[in-house]
């Protein structure tokens, strides 16, 4: 489902060829001005469309501690095999796949006394059917007590469809806005003059939504795609 909004034009710059002299202005955010007799105005429109993610990062690993380094570095290996392996099973294409850590390092009791080695093996996961989030998760969490949850992001894979429609969003703010000062300036809006995109925000991580299923714990929120444009309009 496609969410808009539009936001208050940011700024209003308006050359009607009503005043003689220098240039006058008001406040910071609407200006009148005398411009070669040429009746213009300058709007900036801001549109925005909420979307739903539908890619899911998970970030999992392993964490083991025995007395040497060779054995806390072998049990680290073995239990990261165990948890891709859990995850290809879940459907996880070994594409989707990537080690994001690997580590190994002595633990002290009384520095530089050593009670133990520390190793760690990371797992990034890209999950794209959100719809299975939880399954794999617990999928992860089956595999035993080594695997550790490190957390998980949300991305949308393509949101051009989404930023195209911030675009219309953000023009027809930015229309209606100029309309209306037109309108209180006692003329006519003509037509563009000249357009601009100021600024374009792409999606972003999201407190995630309430849960929609009894049994899911994990949901993806929404993320917002938003746009600023310039737009300039001749006057009649």
Do not use: C, W
């Not at 695997?147 to 675009?167: I, K």
């Not at 023009?171 to 006692?186: E, I, N, S, T, V």
């Amino acid at each position: 489902m496609i969410k808009m909004s539009h936001a208050v034009a940011a700024a209003v710059l308006v050359s009607m060829g009503l005043f003689a002299g220098p240039a006058f202005a008001d406040s910071g955010t609407a200006k009148v001005m005398v411009e070669d007799d040429r009746p213009q105005i300058t709007v900036v429109g801001e549109g925005s469309v909420s979307l739903k993610p539908d890619v899911m990062r998970l970030n999992a690993g392993v964490e083991v501690r025995r007395a040497t380094a060779g054995e806390a570095f072998g049990a680290a290996r073995t239990a990261a095999a165990a948890l891709t392996q859990a995850l290809l099973q879940a459907g996880v294409p070994a594409e989707d796949l990537r080690t994001s850590e690997l580590s190994l390092g002595p633990e002290y009791e009384n520095y530089p006394k050593i009670s133990g080695y520390r190793a760690a093996q990371g797992v990034e996961a890209v999950i794209r059917d959100v719809e299975a989030a939880d399954d794999i998760v617990d999928a992860v969490a089956a595999v035993g007590e080594d695997v550790r949850l490190n957390g998980v992001t949300f991305e949308v894979s393509d949101p051009r469809g989404a930023l195209e429609a911030a675009r219309e969003a953000a023009f027809k703010d930015a229309k209606a806005r100029a309309r209306q000062y037109a309108r209180l300036a006692g003329r006519q809006l003509g037509p563009v003059v000249n357009i601009g995109e100021e600024s374009a925000s792409l999606p972003r991580p999201m407190m995630a939504g309430a849960a929609m299923a009894d049994k899911a714990s994990i949901s993806p929120g929404r993320q917002a795609v938003s746009v600023s444009v310039r737009v300039v309009f001749a006057l009649t």
